[in-house]
């Protein structure tokens, strides 16, 4: 087949759904083809209302609620075999069990407003950012905090500014938890002298400082690994960031975005100015942590990492350097609107080539059920098959979120089990084709020219399930 022109409606229809979208749902390449460009642009605005999946999901306050709930009762049944001299629960375990309905159904959601979103292009800006500020289930102190992380932190200020979205993530019950802000403490402040057990984690005047959190915004939320700072900026940094902790107060009374959980303790924070890549911030309690916040949005080198991390989810693994350096330009010159940013990455030439990026588990899942509405599966089983493919959804297995390049989804049980969801959604979804060709109208409509000729001839001659199975496992549909 020969490369389609990238300069007609019908091409550029489907690289905006495919690129920049989550997959074409039927007749949606059809309807946009008219202005693909101007169908992207106008979804680079704030969503102005939450979609119902989401919000009937438990606020801030609830999730922390159900944490401590959760860690009291397997406290309590912990103590009761030891008294009893029987097994002793694997506490991870138990956490995972104890919380998986909640989370099928927060996972359940958050995929269904993807598969049938009017907006996928900010619903992938959406998981893209939600990834960048990752806080994991795998921790079980943070076991039920993704969902409203995402929805409190990320979704209102997607198409905002990136500073305010820094200083949300930071001052998150969710991040301080999973990056251990909340036994953060000032190695000379006033409760490192006079101790107190209080709080609620109380912390140890023994363990001094705790410097992940600084760590983890310098090298991974703005001036990435190379962006020039020293590890006496992360202990500045880190001292700044001392005594921001999470109120003690009954959790389910919270606003439901859970800000007024946190809380600046002056008597947890280290005293003094504090030097950070060569500034010196005399600030006093929490706006000296604002102020390093501030400057890092507007550092250089958060401005290319930045740059570099968002060309490579919508342009290459390897991200183009002329890419590059127009999107970091956008984000220095507007100060971090991603509003401007978004639309600085729509206008992107190399964004308009052939589709190559290889779709993550979860962008497979999601591009399934878009081309073939009401394929998403619920509960476990949907937890089970991204397990399987190697991505868990919000269950990252670090602060570094799911990796974003081919190389780390292409292994050969990676394609097996790709192909095995494939075979299983046909199954699940071929009664709604009466015909081989009805498979392949599916195809050409969510593909379009970029349909392959062997592929075309694979789906023709098929029956229903393997034609499905074909279309969904087809390289084609596995690229974006």
Do not use: C
């Not at 969503?47 to 609620?65: F, I, K, R, V």
């Not at 020219?449 to 098929?462: K, Q, S």
Request: net charge neutral.
């Amino acid at each position: 087949m020969q490369t389609p022109d990238a300069t007609q409606p019908a091409v550029q229809a489907v690289l905006a759904t495919q690129r920049f979208g989550l997959g074409a749902r039927p007749g949606e390449n059809r309807a946009i083809a008219g202005d693909p460009r101007g169908w992207l642009r106008a979804q680079t605005v704030p969503e102005m209302e939450l979609p119902t999946p989401l919000a009937s999901l438990p606020a801030t306050g609830e999730d922390l609620w159900a944490f401590f709930g959760a860690l009291f009762d397997i406290g309590r049944k912990t103590r009761r075999a030891r008294r009893r001299d029987e097994p002793i629960p694997d506490g991870d375990l138990a956490f995972e069990r104890h919380f998986a309905p909640r989370y099928q159904a927060a996972l359940h959601a958050r995929l269904s407003v993807a598969a049938e979103t009017d907006t996928p292009f900010r619903e992938r800006l959406i998981h893209f950012w939600a990834n960048h500020f990752t806080i994991s289930s795998a921790r079980p102190v943070t076991i039920a905090l993704p969902p409203s992380f995402e929805r409190d932190v990320v979704r209102p200020h997607v198409m905002g500014r990136f500073e305010d979205m820094l200083g949300a993530s930071t001052r998150h019950p969710g991040m301080l938890l999973y990056l251990d802000n909340e036994r953060n403490l000032g190695p000379n402040s006033h409760r490192a002298e006079n101790p107190e057990r209080r709080g609620l984690i109380p912390i140890d005047p023994a363990t001094g400082l705790n410097e992940n959190l600084a760590r983890e915004i310098l090298e991974l939320h703005t001036l990435g690994v190379d962006g020039g700072y020293s590890q006496q900026d992360v202990t500045r940094f880190a001292m700044t960031l001392s005594g921001w902790r999470i109120r003690v107060r009954p959790f389910f009374r919270s606003r439901h975005d859970g800000a007024d959980l946190v809380r600046f303790d002056a008597k947890s924070h280290e005293p003094g100015a504090q030097t950070v890549l060569g500034t010196v911030y005399a600030q006093e309690n929490g706006a000296q942590a604002e102020a390093v916040l501030h400057d890092l949005v507007r550092h250089p080198a958060t401005a290319r990492f930045i740059a570099q991390k968002l060309v490579r989810h919508f342009v290459a693994d390897v991200p183009p350097e002329p890419a590059v350096a127009r999107i970091a330009q956008v984000f220095r010159e507007s100060e971090g609107d991603l509003a401007e940013v978004s639309r600085a990455l729509v206008e992107l030439p190399e964004a308009w080539q052939r589709p190559s990026k290889l779709r993550r588990p979860e962008e497979l899942v999601i591009a399934g059920a878009r081309a073939v509405p009401g394929s998403l599966a619920a509960g476990p089983d949907l937890v089970q098959t991204l397990t399987e493919m190697g991505q868990r959804p919000q269950w990252a297995p670090s602060p570094a979120g799911f990796p974003d390049v081919a190389s780390e989804w292409r292994g050969g049980d990676a394609l097996w089990k790709r192909l095995a969801w494939a075979q299983a959604a046909a199954a699940d979804s071929a009664d709604a084709f009466g015909g081989p060709n009805d498979v392949l109208t599916r195809a050409a409509d969510v593909l379009g020219p970029y349909l392959g000729d062997r592929t075309r001839r694979a789906l023709g001659a098929a029956p229903p399930t393997t034609a499905l199975a074909a279309l969904l496992s087809s390289p084609e549909f596995q690229r974006r």
